[in-house]
């Protein structure tokens, strides 16, 4: 009898040895293995859904990411709502710039984008972000390998965490969600192809040769409404002191000034049509991403286009994340 218990302990152990053996790999080996994977790509294409809920309205876009060695990037956001919102965010050897090709405007900026920031589409900085996070958890499911981290949003604490789930036969990135304070999903990428293997052309990573010096001439739609002015839903509890509409040759402008405790200016500009030389305007800032554009932050502004309308937000008082907050809720209803 006892030799008969003995012998099935000694076979549930041997179960339990083996079963562990052939059981899920610890997260230091799985970090190890997606660290692997990126230093032998070459470079790396993949189309991707995004969806923000950071703003007054969801906002929805279609991305195509575009990387090759050497620090090349291409990231083209595609907005579902508003055609003329699609932007480019594009890295060469002549730096950082964010594109509008639909109005013919790019922004070309002095920044360490992407290793300053967390970049939820990007494979690189995931794995950062997995890696820089000594408190990072970690779980598993049949198909995925998932980490729980903190972000690294510099100019924005409302998005402090993320949920990672890496694909377990081809370590790359397959679901992204992007948590507030209270551990609520406010944006989520969702990949739907991620190619290893891809082909570039000579061209894919430069703006375009024909539009580098060209005098382009935009035409808008005569059909098209007149300026409808936005307002902010968050004004850090500044009011609207003075509103000015004025008639440019071609256009108009609206300035509203508010004041209060942080005092701030929101121009709003619309052109009928537009002709500029298309050389990149240079910003001394940062790239942030407003919910519904990408836009330009330098010290004390941040500008932006949204549906054709040009938009500046300036203050000495507010703080960079304040500045984006205010920024990002200019979304409300047409100030009557």
Not at 60 to 76: A, G, L, M, P
Not at 93 to 99: A, L, M, P, T
Not at 233 to 256: H, P
Request: glycine share 4%.
């Amino acid at each position: 009898m006892k030799k008969t218990v003995f012998i099935l302990i000694v076979t549930f152990f041997s179960v339990i040895l083996v079963l562990a053996a052939c059981g899920e790999k610890s997260p230091e080996k799985v970090l190890s293995k997606l660290e692997d994977r990126l230093s032998t790509l070459d470079g790396y294409k993949a189309n991707a859904e995004m969806k923000m809920s950071t703003g007054k309205e969801d906002q929805n876009y279609q991305i195509e990411i575009w990387h090759k060695k050497k620090d090349y990037y291409r990231v083209s956001l595609a907005s579902v709502h508003d055609e003329k919102g699609s932007q480019v965010i594009l890295k060469n050897d002549d730096g950082v710039f964010v594109i509008t090709p639909a109005l013919n405007k790019s922004f070309k900026f002095q920044t360490e984008w992407p290793e300053n920031s967390s970049q939820p589409y990007l494979f690189q900085s995931l794995v950062n972000d997995v890696k820089n996070d000594k408190e990072a958890t970690f779980t598993a499911s049949d198909t995925h390998y998932i980490f729980h981290t903190k972000t690294n949003y510099q100019s924005n604490n409302n998005l402090p965490f993320q949920e990672i789930y890496f694909d377990k036969k081809s370590y790359t990135p397959v679901l992204v969600k992007v948590l507030d304070k209270d551990k609520q999903p406010l944006v989520e990428v969702k990949f739907s192809s991620f190619d290893v293997d891809p082909s570039f052309e000579d061209n894919d990573f430069k703006i375009e040769k024909d539009k580098a010096n060209e005098e382009v001439s935009i035409s808008v739609d005569e059909n098209e409404s007149p300026l409808s002015v936005l307002f902010p839903l968050y004004t850090a509890d500044a009011q609207l002191e003075d509103k000015q509409e004025i008639a440019l040759e071609d256009g108009e402008r609206i300035i509203m000034t508010f004041t209060g405790a942080k005092n701030f200016t929101l121009i709003q500009e619309k052109l009928n049509s537009i002709s500029t030389i298309s050389y990149p305007k240079e910003v001394q800032g940062e790239i942030v991403n407003l919910g519904f554009a990408i836009g330009a932050l330098s010290e004390n502004v941040i500008e932006w286009n949204y549906n054709g309308i040009d938009f500046y937000l300036a203050s000495d008082d507010l703080t960079k994340e304040e500045l984006i907050e205010v920024a990002s809720s200019v979304q409300g209803k047409e100030v009557k």
